[in-house]
T-cell receptor, first 115, second 112 residues
Framework: AQSVTQLDSQVPVFEEAPVELRCNYS??????LFWYVQYPNQGLQLLLK??????LVKGINGFEAEFNKSQTSFHLRKPSVHISDTAEYFC?????????????FGAGTRLFVKA | NAGVTQTPKFRVLKTGQSMTLLCAQD?????MYWYRQDPGMGLRLIHY???????AKGEVPDGYNVSRLKKQNFLLGLESAAPSQTSVYFC???????????FGNGTRLTVT
C-alpha cells in the first residue's frame, strides 16, 4: 500500500523568503503525485501535479515541485512567499492503473508567512 | 458552474442520531469520494464510487454507508453517530485516472 509523509507539520517563514515543503511517498509501482492547498474554511484546490515526463512541475501562484524517483520525494518550493500563501498544503499520491484511482493524502503542512 | 456542492455546511448531532450528507457535482465525473479531515491526520478516505450504482470501502469505512443512485450525487450516511465521528467531511470528484480531485467546501459535523 502506498503512503505519504509530510516531514514538517508547520513551517514559519518571513515574507519574500524562499520556502520548501517536503513530501516523501512509498509505493512499489508508478504513481501520480499532487500538491493541494487549503485556505481556511475552504475545500482543497490543486496547486500542481506530476503524471509523467519532466520531473520539474510548475503550478499556480509561483509554486513548483520536483519529482525524484530515486528518493521517492516530491518537494514543493516557492522562491519568494507572500502573506497570502499562508495556508495548509497537502501532498497526495494516486497509484497508476488501479481501480477507483484512490488518492492518499499526507497529514499536511501548515505554512505561516510572517510580515 | 457550481462544481462540487455539499449540504449541509454545519451540523450538530447527539450520540445515536442519524443523518445524511449530500454531495452533488455538475461536471459529469465518474468517480466520487468521501473524505474526513481531522487535525494532524490529513484527509482519510471513507468510501468511494467508480460510477453510478457502485460503491467501495476506503481506509476508514466503519460507521458510514454510502449510495450513488444518480451519477451526479453521492450520499454519505451515519446510522448511529458517535463522538469519534466529529470531523470535517469533504466530498470530491474526478473525471479519470491522473486528473485532479475537485473538492466541495466541506461539512463540519459535531457529535455530542
Amino acid at each position: 500500500a502506498q503512503s505519504v509523509t509530510q516531514l514538517d507539520s508547520q513551517v514559519p517563514v518571513f515574507e519574500e523568503a524562499p520556502v520548501e515543503l517536503r513530501c516523501n511517498y512509498s509505493s512499489s509501482v508508478s504513481v501520480y503525485l499532487f500538491w493541494y492547498v487549503q485556505y481556511p474554511n475552504q475545500g482543497l484546490q490543486l496547486l500542481l501535479k506530476y503524471l509523467s515526463g519532466s520531473t520539474l512541475v510548475k503550478g499556480i501562484n509561483g509554486f513548483e515541485a520536483e519529482f525524484n524517483k530515486s528518493q521517492t520525494s516530491f518537494h514543493l518550493r516557492k522562491p519568494s512567499v507572500h502573506i497570502s500563501d499562508t495556508a495548509e498544503y497537502f501532498c497526495a499520491v494516486s497509484r497508476a492503473n488501479t481501480g477507483g484511482f484512490k488518492t492518499i493524502f499526507g497529514a499536511g503542512t501548515r505554512l505561516f508567512v510572517k510580515a | 458552474n457550481a462544481g462540487v456542492t455539499q449540504t449541509p455546511k454545519f451540523r450538530v448531532l447527539k450520540t445515536g442520531q442519524s443523518m445524511t450528507l449530500l454531495c452533488a457535482q455538475d461536471m459529469n465525473h465518474e468517480y466520487m469520494y468521501w473524505y474526513r479531515q481531522d487535525p494532524g491526520m490529513g484527509l482519510r478516505l471513507i468510501h468511494y464510487s467508480v460510477g453510478e450504482g457502485t460503491t467501495a470501502k476506503g481506509e476508514v469505512p466503519d460507521g458510514y454507508n454510502v449510495s450513488r443512485l444518480k451519477k451526479q450525487n453521492f450520499l454519505l450516511g451515519l446510522e448511529s453517530a458517535a463522538p469519534s465521528q466529529t470531523s470535517v467531511y469533504f466530498c470530491a470528484s474526478r473525471s479519470q485516472e491522473g486528473s485532479p480531485l475537485h473538492f466541495g467546501n466541506g461539512t463540519r459535523l459535531t457529535v455530542t
